[in-house]
């Protein structure tokens, strides 16, 4: 072997074995494959064939307008279909998939490869599991032969050190996903990852600890995430599919609070877009991180004479509305300021008039509005 492919090799092995830490570093070992096989194009991502055009890249080094456009045609993509055969580590290039002619005449073809000058296409499967895949991707064009079996010789020569990286970066991702999760529950934060459906793949201990409580206004059913009120419930629902990209739209994060109309139990939810949870260990690969903090005993310092003076309360009306606003069910309220049921009610009723409210859970959230929580990190 020529000492100078040697060189290459051992530089494509640093460049990979880097980005196991940094995603920036998939860029340089992109660009050192790409060299290797003389080629115009090359790409690093995730295709999960179980949902139509969930597709993530690591590093794609085409154009913007060709990266947008490769993701619209996922689903006509003809190397797509035959990745799901090859092991990992296995390698296809286009003639294997598709007659030279056919391929040239198709729709993938005049919509990607010729604006792009390009006419061969090569895919090496470097991770599967749970219906995804993770490959890497080459293109060539111009004068240059189209891709044979000397390329994939020479591609194999770094298929190991490719593959391993990939695993090596699955591994680090999904312990620092854990690592988040204990810190942020230390916090009193629970934090879980969920697919655009609102399945949950994934939570921490302090996320299953609320989900478990009775009173609580976010609860699970068949691992999904659900609220109690259905209005919230629908606003939850649209914020999942923004951040996870499944309404058609910029992925995009929502802040929104839920209330639990019985008890007057509230929580802060925060929802999160998600780069990529296949790579930390999750069987997705679209989705979003919602984080949920229970709201009890998190008021602002000030807040009961804040509200007294904006709604003219009683200092015991003040206090009540406070002792709501935290989590607290009226029949706690009563039992912690030693007050009778009837009392609470009675005290109630006025700050229904005074705020312009008709329930607890209106109430609640009003209040919460008007003194918001501190932001989660």
């Given at each position: 072997m020529a000492l100078d492919f040697v060189?290459?090799?051992?530089?494509?092995?640093?460049?990979?074995?880097?980005?196991?830490?940094?995603?920036?570093g998939w860029a340089e070992g992109v660009a050192s494959i790409r060299h290797i096989l003389q080629s115009d194009h090359g790409a690093i991502g995730f295709v999960d064939h179980r949902v139509g055009k969930a597709h993530v890249l690591l590093h794609g080094d085409c154009e913007p307008r060709f990266e947008r456009l490769y993701h619209d045609l996922v689903e006509i993509n003809p190397f797509l279909p035959a990745m799901q055969t090859l092991p990992s580590g296995g390698v296809v290039v286009d003639e294997q998939v598709i007659d030279r002619d056919a391929f040239a005449n198709s729709a993938f073809f005049s919509a990607w490869m010729r604006p792009q000058a390009q006419h061969s296409g090569l895919v090496l499967k470097v991770a599967s599991r749970d219906g995804i895949d993770g490959y890497f991707m080459a293109s060539r064009g111009g004068r240059s032969p189209k891709y044979h079996a000397e390329d994939i010789r020479a591609l194999s020569a770094v298929t190991s050190a490719l593959?391993?990286?990939?695993?090596?970066?699955?591994?680090?991702?999904?312990?620092?996903?854990?690592?988040?999760?204990q810190a942020l529950g230390g916090r009193g934060i629970g934090w879980m990852a969920v697919e655009p459906g609102g399945r949950i793949?994934?939570?921490?201990?302090?996320a299953a600890e609320l989900l478990d409580r009775p009173d609580t206004a976010v609860t699970s059913s068949q691992s999904r995430?659900?609220?109690?009120?259905?209005?919230?419930?629908?606003?939850?629902?649209?914020?999942?599919?923004?951040?996870?990209?499944?309404d058609g739209q910029l992925r995009r994060g929502t802040d929104m609070i839920a209330t639990q109309i019985e008890t007057g139990h509230a929580v802060a939810l925060s929802v999160v877009p998600a780069n990529n949870l296949f790579v930390q260990g999750l069987p997705t690969l679209l989705g979003a991180y919602v984080a949920v903090q229970d709201l009890a005993q998190r008021l602002p310092p000030g807040f009961e004479d804040r509200i007294r003076s904006m709604f003219d309360l009683t200092p015991k009306e003040a206090m009540l509305a406070a002792a709501l606003a935290s989590g607290q069910a009226l029949g706690e309220a009563t039992q912690q300021r030693h007050i009778s049921m009837a009392t609470a009610r009675s005290q109630l009723a006025q700050l229904f008039r005074k705020t312009g409210t008709s329930q607890q859970s209106q109430l609640v959230s009003m209040l919460l509005a008007i003194a918001p929580m501190p932001p989660i990190e």
């Open positions: 060189d290459q090799l051992n530089g494509v092995t640093s460049s990979l074995y880097a980005a196991v830490f940094d995603d920036a593959t391993h990286a990939v695993s090596l970066h699955v591994r680090l991702c999904a312990r620092m996903l854990e690592q988040t999760g793949v994934w939570s921490n201990a302090k995430l659900l609220l109690s009120q259905p209005q919230q419930m629908r606003q939850l629902q649209a914020a999942i599919r923004a951040a996870s990209g499944d």
